[in-house]
């Protein structure tokens, strides 16, 4: 069955001194502040797009990983994924980073490597940002 999230933002002011906030309707965990010196500068409290984007990938790749691992016989005791999303003023989303540490008993470097490049192939996330460059690091341990 298909599900919808849902999340909007309330902007006030123009894009350089205005500001707005994030809420997450859905889930009903917060609302954020977000402005672009948060999101072209310092993030001084506030998120960005990114930043929720960063969110959303390292969640649903662990997610994808750990439905591989498991999958294949090796379901991973702990992983810990941090996405790094570069954005460039004027240009926009530049690259995405990927980096995986896995505690997963029963497999080797080679079999995670491969389980984690699946996933970062696979992944929803993955899917839809494929029109940006993702790279990945990935290591037991």
């Known amino acids: 069955?298909?599900?919808?999230?849902t999340a909007h933002t309330v902007w006030e002011g123009n894009l350089l001194e205005g500001g707005g906030t994030v809420t997450l309707d859905s889930s009903g965990v917060g609302e954020y502040p977000v402005s672009w010196p948060s999101r072209a500068e310092e993030p001084d409290g506030r998120t960005s797009p990114e930043e929720l984007i960063a969110a959303a990938h390292?969640?649903?790749f662990s997610m994808a990983l750990s439905n591989g691992l498991s999958k294949a016989g090796t379901p991973p005791t702990r992983l810990t994924t941090r996405a790094e999303v570069t954005f460039q003023p004027g240009t926009g989303i530049t690259?995405?980073?990927l980096t995986v540490s896995g505690e997963v008993p029963g497999t080797d470097a080679e079999s995670f490597t491969a389980a984690a490049e699946d996933a970062k192939a696979n992944c929803p996330v993955s899917q839809a940002l494929a029109g940006t460059t993702i790279t990945l690091t990935a290591s037991l341990g």
């Open 58 to 60: 390292s969640s649903c």
């Open 1 to 5: 069955m298909a599900t919808t999230r």
């Open 95 to 97: 690259g995405i980073h």
